[in-house]
């Protein structure tokens, strides 16, 4: 089955860096496209970023364009999320999540989330 | 953006009654919207995409209806794991949005 495993997360001073990671197993990580979602304490869901299933292309929310990047190891089955500048504002859950398909921005599978806190 | 406003906020509803939910866009969305259940330190799940279409899993009592700029979700009975926080989403603009959420509540 579709298992998506998160971590990375913790706690970073504001303007340092983290990198997320997911390890996906239970379906062909190749074939699809990954995003990556987050929610803050008590909070909706915002979208953050995409890769597409090759890596070729990524697009990213305003909130985090030029501070974030991501990226895929398909050799690994494994999505990243480097994380620069943090700001308080980025304190949030943050799930990997399966495309439906290609890229859809549709997510039918989402990890159990890694919690990250932005503060001094 | 898009905005998606969920109403009501919150429901309170039994075990076995209908619950309608309703999500409204700012703008035109198309069919291309979603909804996903999310249950207290779970993560998301999707029951329905592009406005009326089950998920591979998701019972038949969830069904999802609308386009253009008003939708709905319905549960036709409510069971007991149904009580939760709802969510709508649309792919049609960027960016991709979600509305607040509709929690749903045993009464």
């Known amino acids: 089955q579709v298992q998506l495993v998160e971590s990375g997360g913790g706690v970073a001073q504001p303007g340092r860096s983290l990198r997320l990671s997911c390890a996906a197993s239970?379906?062909?990580?190749?074939?699809?496209?990954m995003h990556w979602v987050r929610q803050a304490p008590g909070k909706g869901l915002e979208w953050v970023a995409v890769?597409?299933?090759?890596?070729?292309?990524?697009y990213y929310a305003d909130s985090v364009k030029g501070r974030f990047t991501i990226s895929r190891d398909t050799s690994k089955n494994t999505l990243y999320l480097q994380m620069n500048s943090l700001r308080a504002e980025d304190t949030a859950v943050y799930y990997c999540?399966?495309?439906?398909?290609?890229?859809?921005?549709?997510?039918?599978?989402w990890g159990q989330g890694t919690l990250v806190t932005v503060s001094s | 953006e898009i905005v998606l406003t969920q109403s009501p906020a919150t429901l309170s509803l039994s075990p076995g009654e209908r619950a309608t939910l309703s999500c409204r866009a700012s703008?035109?969305?198309?069919?291309?919207l979603a909804w996903y259940q999310q249950k207290p330190g779970q993560a998301p799940r999707l029951l329905i995409y592009?406005?009326?279409n089950r998920a591979t899993g998701i019972p038949a009592r969830f069904s999802g209806s609308g386009s253009g700029t008003d939708f709905t979700l319905t549960i036709s009975s409510l069971e007991p794991e149904d009580f939760a926080v709802y969510y709508c989403?649309?792919?049609?603009?960027?960016?991709?949005?979600f509305g607040q959420g509709t929690k749903v509540e045993i009464k």
């Open positions: 890769i597409s299933y090759d890596g070729s292309n990524k």
């Open positions: 592009d406005a009326s």
């Open positions: 989403q649309q792919r049609s603009n960027w960016p991709r949005t």
């Open positions: 999540a399966k495309d439906r398909l290609g890229i859809t921005y549709y997510f039918d599978y």
């Open positions: 239970g379906f062909n990580f190749s074939n699809y496209g």
């Open positions: 703008q035109s969305v198309s069919s291309s």
